[in-house]
């Protein structure tokens, strides 16, 4: 480690800093946005029921079958 060596702290981070010391509540806001979007309960029949019903495709999509 050189002697006059500082940690260095992008931009970016200082900003996120300030950001937070501003506004303390700024991880809960977020974190019930994602509850409000992203975080449902999944419905586990449905999505069975979607993965069964896949049909596989073909290796070449644009090829017709001529069995």
């Known amino acids: 480690m050189p002697l006059f060596w500082k940690p260095y702290r992008s931009d970016v981070t200082q900003f996120i800093d300030t950001l937070k010391q501003q506004r303390p509540t700024l ?30 495709q ?6 017709t079958k001529s069995s």
């Not at 977020?30 to 019903?53: H, I, M, N, T, Y």
């Open 27 to 56: 991880e809960s806001e977020q974190r019930a946005g994602r509850a409000l979007l992203w975080d449902r309960p999944q419905d586990l029949d449905a999505a069975a029921e979607a993965a069964a019903s896949r049909v596989p």
């Open 58 to 63: 073909q290796a070449y999509v644009y090829q």
